[in-house]
């Protein structure tokens, strides 16, 4: 507090966020957090002191406090470790969205994007007569004139592991490849193949490749094929 001399008297003043009381000579707390509804001075939440009060952006998800102190500024996510998405990040006011390229979708975590099959789409389907190969965010048509620098790609044969066979399909017509010998096939892009067990035997893990556009096959060839356990 302040006393100020006056001609015959004196006159108290109190510090900002302070006012003087009914009794003229003590100070009192403002609570400015009265105003606006509760808000103050804040943009979001405003929390009363004794002679002030703090901001916070508690009640704004995505947002922090600004370099004033009174307002709040949104959070770039997509800064920190891309916000999770494992492409495209676009940062919007107190969230983040994740975004993929044309060809990809998200997958149910709306963070990883995942290829788009377009070769089970009906209308890609009647399109691609004589077959589709579906590649990383778009697809091909086989037998198409513009498929003829493709004719000599062809991917390496396969060769099963110790027990089971390679079950291959193109166009719905299926042959198979043992270890021995294999019969007679050009594994040309489209070519599916997996593994097949016999009886007694189950697979383990995942045995599903194709051949690409560029004479490499594609997928996953970690399966094999385990002897069944039976349980009394």
Same mark, same amino acid.
């Not at 109190?14 to 009265?34: A, F, H, I, Q």
């Not at 600004?66 to 996510?77: I, M, P, R």
């Not at 893990?205 to 356990?229: A, F, I, P, S």
């Given at each position: 507090m302040?006393?100020? /001399? #006056? %001609? !015959?008297?004196?006159?108290?003043? $109190? +510090?900002? *966020?302070l006012?003087?009381?009914d &009794?003229?000579? @003590? =100070? ?13 001075p804040?943009?979001d939440t ?7 009060y ?7 998800n995505?947002?922090k ?24 990040c676009? /940062? #919007? %006011? !107190?969230r983040?969205f994740?975004? $993929? +390229?044309? *060809?990809?979708?998200?997958s149910? &975590?709306?963070? @990883? =994007?995942?290829?788009?099959d377009?070769?089970?789409d009906d209308?890609?389907k ?17 037998g ?23 079950r ?9 490849? #043992? ?7 050009i ?6 193949c997996e ?5 007694k ?6 045995y599903?490749?194709m ?6 096959w ?10 069944r356990?039976?349980?009394?």
């Amino acid at each position: 507090m302040k006393c100020t /001399n #006056t %001609l !015959g008297s004196y006159e108290c003043r $109190c +510090p900002k *966020g302070l006012r003087l009381s009914d &009794d003229l000579k @003590t =100070c009192e707390d403002v609570n400015e957090c009265l105003l606006r509804n509760g808000h103050g001075p804040c943009q979001d939440t405003c929390v009363n002191t004794f002679g002030h009060y703090n901001c916070s952006c508690a009640g704004l998800n995505g947002t922090k406090l600004a370099a004033d102190g009174e307002s709040c500024e949104d959070l770039d996510e997509c800064a920190k470790y891309n916000a999770g998405c494992s492409h495209e990040c676009i /940062n #919007t %006011l !107190g969230r983040a969205f994740c975004s $993929c +390229p044309q *060809g990809m979708e998200l997958s149910h &975590d709306w963070r @990883t =994007c995942q290829d788009i099959d377009e070769c089970e789409d009906d209308v890609i389907k009647k399109t691609c007569e004589n077959g589709c190969l579906n590649t990383i965010g778009s697809y091909h048509c086989l037998g198409m004139q513009n498929d003829q620098a493709s004719v000599n790609i062809v991917c390496k044969p396969l060769f099963p592991p110790s027990r089971g066979f390679i079950r291959c399909s193109r166009n719905r017509a299926f042959q198979s490849f #043992t270890r021995k010998g294999r019969k007679r096939i050009i594994n040309s892009p489209g070519t599916v193949c997996e593994l097949i067990c016999p009886k007694k035997y189950k697979i383990s893990r995942k045995y599903h490749v194709m051949c690409g556009l560029n004479g490499q096959w594609v997928g996953e060839k970690d399966g094999k094929c385990l002897e069944r356990r039976y349980q009394l």
